[in-house]
């Protein structure tokens, strides 16, 4: 019977696999330190497969490098033996909610979700440090080999600190900045969907790297758009105190696809009451001559398509094959309005005015296209008078309504959630329109400022912050909108991040000494209860962590159901085949137990035999 790994994935073995299929000859052997064999990929042969030319040796190119690049790339690959652990009594509708949140820190959480959500996540936002000097940044230290890494328990020094000041004084400024978003954003890329979208705050000490490092990450031809919007009066006020530069008006967002094939939604906002002179924030039309073509000018008003040549003559033929064979005196306007939907002809106008002035000019049943300009939405939100920095909600909702527009239950990440308006802003956005965007939010449970009003209400840490935030806004968008209440999601279910619920042994066998022997008996830690245990074994099959659980009990032991009959996990001990023959009739997909929570050995050894005899399509594992 095989057994679950219990740890996240090792992407450096996944990588190599994928170069292993393309490139066999690339593939050898090599020792490690202990004489193992373990394979390596010849990096030679490698280059030479990938270059038209002879590769003789080391070639300069156009890369972005800096010190502590490498570790970045460990830091992303090597494997973590951590878990996350359900927390009942904060979440909200912890039973039937699909939405996420989980407190820990997010390169760990990152890795943990890898074969969870891979291909998933329809987009991501996250507002990131933004590395002016004065606040915070992780401090990944991965100066060792994977044994020891997976043998540590904790990443933290001896005091517990897990986030360190990156004055800009430090000489290693950027380069630590860098290294902690190159690790973190190289696993968020490989959650997003083949058509998913990635937006990524930041303001201009380090949007230069930042732009280039997505391009390394994602690839330059990813890169969708950079959009501007503007800063609150707060920010802007703040940059006077240094009167020998210009204040900061505006901030920008990255915007990157996972595949340089994702074509964007095309957003159309109504116009409303919105006066014309304001419609030019949002039009992307050009002035060039060649995109510019008088049509007639008899026109009540004479005006001008929007269109290039081929398709303006287009335009004009069908207008006047419709006049040949119809006796009608309808203008060009009035045709084109009865006949849009028929035609599919969609065409803007610039007009003039009775002043002779240009305006641009949409009919009735148009909207404005969405540019990069979002300088009508002020940066900061202010929803929470203890989190001074969030992001509006508006923001927000703009991006997540445009890129979701075409599916009913997209999944939205943001794993520097800070207070969470991401979450409000799904939320917001299903009351208004009654679709089900799920989210996930990651948080490190970072101490608030002694000092901040935050702490001064009572919350200890940001991510208290953020999940009395959701619980707030999803009671308050359920009264704005009883008669959805049904049909609402507003709850999240709180998964923590921690050690692995397996004991050290579990995972290092072969450091095993004569003295700790009577830890096989018992591998798992003493301090964790059933329910952990299967968000770990969610985890390490790779289901998703808001599917439903019921708890049945089964010849006396309590049987975990996951989703119907997706996953039958049973952790209690003295199994019997009498239980074993009972559970293999339900017909689960999949079926878990502990190693030694079995009542003989020959029970064990029939385990497998009673599932193929009683339910053949049956995976059955151990932990």
């Known amino acids: 019977m095989d057994k679950l790994k219990m740890q996240s994935p090792n992407l450096v073995e996944s990588n190599i696999d994928k170069i292993a299929e393309l490139f066999p000859n690339c593939i050898s052997e090599s020792k490690d330190e202990n004489g193992n064999l373990k394979r390596v990929v010849d990096f030679d042969l490698l280059r030479q497969e990938l270059s038209p030319h002879l590769v003789e040796g080391p070639q300069e190119r156009y890369t972005l490098s800096w010190p502590g690049k490498n570790e970045a790339i460990l830091a992303a690959n090597a494997p973590i033996a951590k878990t996350l652990r359900p927390c009942e009594e904060e979440s909200v509708d912890f039973d039937t909610t699909k939405n996420i949140f989980i407190e820990g820190d997010n390169l760990d959480v990152l890795k943990l979700l890898q074969e969870t959500y ?17 606040d915070f940044i992780y401090d990944d230290d991965f100066a ?53 979208v990635i937006f990524i705050s930041i303001d201009i000490h380090e949007v230069s790297n930042l732009r280039l490092l997505m391009n390394e990450v994602f690839g330059s031809s ?44 095309k957003l159309v906002y109504s116009h409303g009451k919105q006066k014309p002179g304001k419609w030019d924030t949002f039009w992307r039309g050009t002035n060039r001559p060649t995109m510019r073509y008088e049509l007639f000018g008899t026109f009540p008003e004479t005006g001008q398509w929007r269109w290039e040549e081929g398709r303006t003559k287009l335009a004009v033929k069908n207008y006047e094959d419709y006049l040949a064979n119809h006796a009608s005196d309808m203008s060009l306007d009035e045709w084109y309005l009865d006949n849009l939907t028929a035609t599919n002809i969609k065409l803007n106008f610039v007009r003039k005015n009775e002043e002779g002035t ?18 009508d939405i002020t940066l900061s939100g202010n929803e929470t008078k203890e989190f001074n920095t969030e992001k509006n909600v508006a923001l927000l909702s703009r991006a997540i309504k445009w890129i979701c527009s075409n599916e009913q239950s997209p999944i939205i990440l943001d ?156 952790f209690d001990t003295d199994i019997t085949e009498d239980m074993v023959k009972v559970l293999a009739k339900r017909n689960p997909l999949r079926a878990v137990f502990r190693d030694d929570g079995f009542g003989s050995d020959s029970v064990k050894i029939n385990v497998e035999q009673i599932f193929k005899l009683l339910s053949p399509e049956t995976e059955v594992k151990t932990i």
Not at 127 to 132: A, I, L
Not at 358 to 375: A, K
Not at 420 to 443: G, P, W
Request: glycine share 4%.
């Open 118 to 134: 891979l291909d998933k996540v329809k987009m991501i936002y996250i507002d990131p440090p933004y590395n002016t000097g004065n």
């Open 144 to 196: 060792e080999n994977t044994k020891d890494f997976l043998k540590r328990s904790n990443q933290k020094d001896e005091e517990g600190n897990r986030l360190i000041p990156n004055p800009d004084s430090k000489g290693r400024f950027h380069s630590d900045w860098l290294s902690m978003m190159y690790s973190r954003l190289k696993l968020a890329r490989n959650l997003l969907k083949n058509d998913g």
């Open 222 to 265: 990813c890169h969708k758009n950079t959009i501007a919007v503007r800063r609150g009066i707060k920010n802007v006020q703040a940059q006077f105190e240094d009167l020998s530069s210009l204040s900061l008006g505006h901030e920008y967002i990255l915007m990157y696809s996972k595949s340089s094939e994702t074509r964007l939604p």
């Open 358 to 375: 240009v305006q641009y000019y949409v009919p009735p049943t148009e909207g404005r296209l969405l540019s990069d300009n979002w300088m």
């Open 415 to 570: 794993f520097f959630a800070g207070s969470s308006t991401t979450a409000h802003a799904v939320m917001q956005l299903n009351a208004e329109d009654e679709r089900k965007r799920k989210f996930i939010m990651v948080q490190l449970d970072e101490p608030c400022d002694e000092t901040s009003e935050a702490f001064k209400a009572g919350y200890k840490n940001i991510a208290e912050i953020a999940k009395e935030r959701i619980r707030r806004a999803g009671k308050k968008i359920k009264e704005e909108n009883s008669a959805k209440t049904q049909v609402l999601d507003t709850g999240f279910r709180i998964l923590k991040l921690d050690t692995s619920n397996m004991k050290d042994v579990y995972y290092t066998p072969d450091q095993t000494k004569q003295t700790n022997l009577e830890m096989f008996t018992d591998h798992i830690k003493d301090d964790r209860r059933r329910e952990d245990i299967l968000f770990q074994v969610l985890l390490d099959w790779g289901l998703d962590l808001s599917l439903p659980i019921a708890k049945e009990t089964i010849e006396d032991k309590t049987v975990f159901f996951v989703d119907g009959n997706v996953l039958a996990a049973c």
